[in-house]
């Protein structure tokens, strides 16, 4: 599988915003819907986290601070739009 800034754009955006927390990498269980941050929704079916996705995430700059609205420039209103903002901005796609 190949990491590239079209992958993630591509996963991001078939996420629900009701999927996602920020400030940590997963919150929820114990009867509560599972929501992850950009990181956290790099897992497999079965929920297990694939560090070979989050790195590659991570190579491609801040991911994170533009997910969790700390980076200047993307304060679109949910980390989705947020961080799907910063890898359009990475691609040259405003």
């Keep these: 599988m190949r ?3 079209d992958y993630f754009i591509q996963k991001f955006s078939n996420i629900k915003d009701e999927a996602c927390t920020t400030g940590t990498i997963c919150s929820g269980g114990a009867g509560q819907p599972l929501k992850y941050d950009c990181l956290g929704h790099c897992h497999d079916k079965f929920g297990k986290f694939n560090y070979h996705e989050q790195r590659a995430l991570l190579f491609l700059g801040n991911p994170v601070q533009a997910w969790d609205g700390k980076l200047d420039g993307f304060s679109q209103s949910t ?10 901005s990475l691609k040259g796609q405003h």
């Design 3 to 5: 990491y590239d800034i």
């Design 79 to 88: 980390p989705k739009l947020r961080i799907i903002a910063y890898l359009r």
